[in-house]
């Protein structure tokens, strides 16, 4: 099978290929697309042979449920049994954009979705590519990560094709995506309010909104083997590249003192996931910078990249830069840790 490739301005997509690429959705096909957080893979959410696709395709485990995309807010109320206040309040603030919610779900989501839990999740992406894709196909897309499971999410159409050629129908190119980690993902099924993954949407962010808010354990703790996964990414290793992963806590200098005391015992070449102005420090290593150590934003937009980067250079071990885990850092210091597979050293 060739994958089909519609290449789109961000902010005024053709209609035509748009609207081709829709069509090939509700027919239950495969479709990769931007949004604001990663490139989405997507089926029509409603299809379980179309949702079942997605599982193969990525080589997805059976209970990682999906993120259900909607281009309407109103539209939640369909799929799921019903809004408490503190879920319209969310939408209100945050929708269109990279926050989703769980909530109980309704009779016409199917159960492969959600991997058979009582729930959804349910998100209202800004991308004006992906808004304009689910309102052409006129169905709600089910979306996990375009790439095959555990490997670094993607931030660009090359991404998609990198991990996908072949096994999809078709990718929408967008350009990169904006902030380049997934999703927020906040469950209101319990009697107070649960962190499931952090995002761009940060954890105070949402305090204001809902008034206070617990952390799941598996945000910075590994998940039991037994344990059913509740969001995307509670489980597994996941955003890893080929390489062995070790994230490396503490000062620059302490940090960097730790990598090359390592580096000297590690087999075959060696990377360092660091930050900008870092490269240079660590000779006989291929050292990548995934932005600047104090702008969570920029780390989230480069992380993923930056991995597959080091993914080209052969490398079979690569120490990591820890980010602040405070805000935004949160998000990027989850990412890092998963791909770790939580193997960490205190410098």
């Given amino acids: 099978m060739n994958t089909a490739v519609f290449c789109v301005h961000r902010d005024n997509p053709?209609?035509?290929?748009?609207?081709?690429?829709?069509?090939?959705?509700?027919?239950g096909r495969l479709v990769a697309f931007p949004t604001e957080t990663v490139y989405g893979l997507g089926a029509n959410a409603l299809d379980e042979a179309a949702v079942e696709s997605i599982f193969r395709a990525k080589g997805r485990p059976q209970d990682n449920p999906l993120i259900v995309h909607i281009a309407d807010a109103a539209d939640a109320r369909r799929y799921v049994r019903a809004v408490p206040e503190g879920a319209a309040a969310l939408f209100k603030r945050f929708w269109?954009?990279?926050?989703t919610v769980v909530l109980p779900k309704s009779p016409a989501v199917p159960d492969i979705v959600s991997a058979g839990l009582d729930t959804v999740a349910l998100r209202m992406p800004s991308h004006p590519v992906a808004l304009a894709l689910i309102r052409a196909a006129g169905i709600p897309v089910a979306a996990p990560s375009a790439n095959v499971s555990g490997r670094p999410s993607p931030t660009c159409a090359a991404h998609v094709l990198e991990d996908l050629d072949g096994k999809i129908d078709a990718?929408?190119?967008?350009?990169s995506c904006d902030i380049g980690v997934e999703s927020t993902v906040v469950s209101l099924c319990e009697d107070e309010p649960v962190l499931l993954r952090p995002g761009r949407v940060t954890p105070e962010e949402l305090?204001?909104?809902?008034?206070?808010?617990?952390q799941d354990d598996a945000v910075t703790r590994e998940t039991a083997p037994e344990a059913a996964p509740r969001a995307p990414g509670m489980k597994y290793r996941h955003y890893a590249p080929r390489a062995r992963l070790i994230l490396v806590r503490g000062s620059e200098q302490a940090a960097r003192s730790r990598i090359l005391a390592e580096a000297r015992l590690a087999p075959g070449p060696v990377g360092v996931l660091c930050f900008d102005g870092e490269t240079d420090r660590y000779p006989?290593?291929?050292a990548i910078s995934y932005g600047d150590r104090d702008?969570?934003?920029?780390?989230?937009?480069?992380?993923?990249?930056?991995?597959?980067?080091?993914?080209?250079?052969?490398?079979?071990?690569?120490?990591?830069?820890?980010?602040?885990?405070?805000?935004?850092?949160?998000?990027?210091?989850n990412r890092i840790l998963k791909a770790a597979g939580f193997e960490v050293i205190d410098a």
């Fill in 295 to 333: 702008d969570a934003l920029s780390l989230a937009k480069r992380l993923f990249a930056a991995l597959r980067a080091l993914d080209q250079t052969g490398c079979r071990t690569v120490y990591a830069r820890c980010p602040d885990d405070r805000g935004m850092g949160l998000a990027v210091y």
């Fill in 14 to 27: 053709d209609p035509r290929a748009v609207k081709a690429a829709g069509a090939m959705l509700r027919e």
């Fill in 207 to 214: 305090i204001s909104v809902l008034g206070s808010l617990r």
């Fill in 171 to 175: 990718v929408v190119d967008g350009g």
């Fill in 284 to 286: 006989g290593m291929t």
């Fill in 96 to 99: 269109p954009g990279p926050l």
